[in-house]
């Protein structure tokens, strides 16, 4: 079940862990302790910033699959649009690998990911040209039936080692979440409390879903014990919601409370569709391509969490 993870796109989740009594010593250049220093924000930043180019990636992977046939590419037509990728990114990438702290947690998987994007950028760049120039026309195909091996496998090999990362990632992201919820006191930021608190929540589920080996081999037992403290701990949120001055809160970034609401709502209806499937055991589902999970699945559960973290992080976002 872990592999379920991989169809979630890295977002821009950035927790706002503003710790002052981290056990694990000072930062140094070396390590990183309570996700603190000024030095691990930017690098996390960095990190985060890749999705961009991974989505130019997953645009090139569905526009190339839509035109040609994936088990023996380009036969009669060419492929009419292919994004051109540059190595800016990936040059930036590697900059930030290099830089200081070290995140045990994710550096080598970020570095196995910048290998795989290289050589697919190569590749890729060279199909462009060819099919831009339909330089198919002259060769009746040649060159497309000696690149269509090439770039599935690149994509295959960039994938694995981005759903990897992807997968260290998430584990880093939630011991971020765990640093602000040992550190943050409810009476101080009440909304924001519940907010992160809910979060937590939610974790509770993907873990345990994650965890199963067997998808229908869920405890739905156990898994509406924890969807119920969900509920609940939405509901204290609202009521708090009702209570406080969340503008005072968060300023103009007090809007994104009602969008992290309206995510929370359809994590339960996304929830309610997984236990639908699993009661019917109905698991004959595969996404269209990584960034497309079909509704009712661990898969479309993921991605909306993740969209509850970049609301979350948006309300946070004048923290720094």
Same mark, same amino acid.
């Given at each position: 079940?872990?592999?379920?993870?991989?169809?979630?796109?890295?977002?821009?989740?950035?927790?706002?862990?503003?710790?002052?009594?981290?056990?694990?010593?000072?930062?140094?250049?070396?390590?990183?302790?309570?996700?603190?220093?000024?030095?691990?924000?930017?690098?996390?930043?960095?990190?985060?910033?890749?999705?961009?180019?991974?989505?130019?990636?997953?645009?090139?992977?569905?526009?190339?699959?839509?035109?040609?046939?994936?088990?023996?590419?380009?036969?009669?037509?060419?492929?009419?649009? %292919?994004?051109? =990728?540059?190595?800016? $990114?990936? @040059? &930036?990438?590697?900059? *930030?690998?290099?830089?200081?702290?070290?995140?045990? /947690?994710?550096?080598?998987?970020?570095?196995?990911?910048?290998?795989?994007?290289?050589?697919?950028?190569?590749?890729?760049?060279?199909?462009?040209?060819?099919?831009?120039?339909?330089?198919?026309?002259?060769?009746?195909?040649?060159?497309?039936?000696?690149?269509?091996?090439?770039?599935?496998?690149?994509?295959?090999?960039?994938?694995?080692?981005?759903?990897?990362?992807?997968?260290?990632?998430?584990?880093?992201?939630?011991?971020?979440?765990?640093?602000?919820?040992?550190?943050?006191?409810?009476?101080?930021?009440?909304?924001?409390?519940?907010?992160?608190?809910?979060?937590?929540?939610?974790?509770?589920?993907?873990?345990?879903?994650?965890?199963?080996?067997? %998808?229908?081999? =869920?405890?739905?037992? $156990?898994? @509406? &014990?924890?969807?119920? *403290?969900?509920?609940?701990?939405?509901?204290?949120? /609202?009521?708090?919601?009702?209570?406080?001055?969340?503008?005072?809160?968060?300023?103009?970034?007090?809007?994104?409370?009602?969008?992290?609401?309206?995510?929370?709502?359809?994590?339960?209806?996304?929830?309610?569709?997984?236990?639908?499937?699993?009661?019917?055991?109905?698991?004959?589902?595969?996404?269209?391509?990584?960034?497309?999970?079909?509704?009712?699945?661990?898969?479309?559960?993921?991605?909306?969490?993740?969209?509850?973290?970049?609301?979350?992080?948006?309300?946070?976002?004048?923290?720094?």
């Amino acid at each position: 079940m872990k592999n379920l993870i991989y169809f979630l796109l890295l977002s821009l989740v950035v927790t706002a862990c503003k710790t002052n009594n981290e056990p694990e010593g000072k930062t140094t250049e070396t390590n990183h302790d309570g996700f603190i220093s000024p030095e691990f924000y930017y690098k996390y930043k960095q990190y985060s910033h890749y999705e961009n180019y991974h989505d130019l990636i997953n645009r090139n992977y569905e526009q190339y699959l839509y035109d040609v046939d994936s088990a023996r590419g380009a036969q009669k037509n060419g492929v009419y649009f %292919i994004y051109s =990728l540059t190595t800016e $990114e990936i @040059d &930036l990438l590697d900059k *930030a690998i290099e830089s200081k702290p070290v995140i045990n /947690e994710v550096d080598k998987e970020m570095k196995v990911v910048s290998g795989a994007v290289r050589q697919l950028t190569e590749v890729v760049n060279e199909a462009k040209n060819y099919y831009y120039r339909e330089n198919y026309k002259d060769d009746d195909f040649a060159k497309a039936k000696e690149l269509h091996p090439s770039i599935m496998g690149l994509f295959q090999d960039y994938y694995k080692a981005y759903y990897a990362m992807r997968e260290a990632f998430i584990k880093l992201q939630y011991k971020m979440l765990d640093a602000d919820l040992n550190e943050l006191k409810k009476d101080e930021q009440p909304i924001r409390y519940h907010v992160l608190m809910n979060l937590d929540q939610g974790r509770k589920i993907i873990r345990f879903i994650q965890e199963t080996p067997d %998808i229908g081999a =869920l405890n739905l037992s $156990e898994l @509406d &014990l924890m969807f119920n *403290a969900f509920k609940a701990g939405l509901s204290d949120l /609202e009521e708090s919601i009702e209570q406080q001055d969340e503008a005072k809160e968060f300023g103009n970034s007090s809007i994104f409370l009602e969008g992290y609401t309206n995510l929370a709502g359809k994590f339960i209806i996304s929830f309610r569709n997984l236990k639908q499937r699993v009661k019917k055991k109905d698991f004959n589902y595969t996404p269209t391509y990584p960034n497309v999970p079909d509704r009712g699945t661990p898969e479309k559960m993921i991605e909306t969490y993740q969209e509850m973290f970049w609301a979350y992080n948006q309300l946070v976002r004048t923290y720094y």
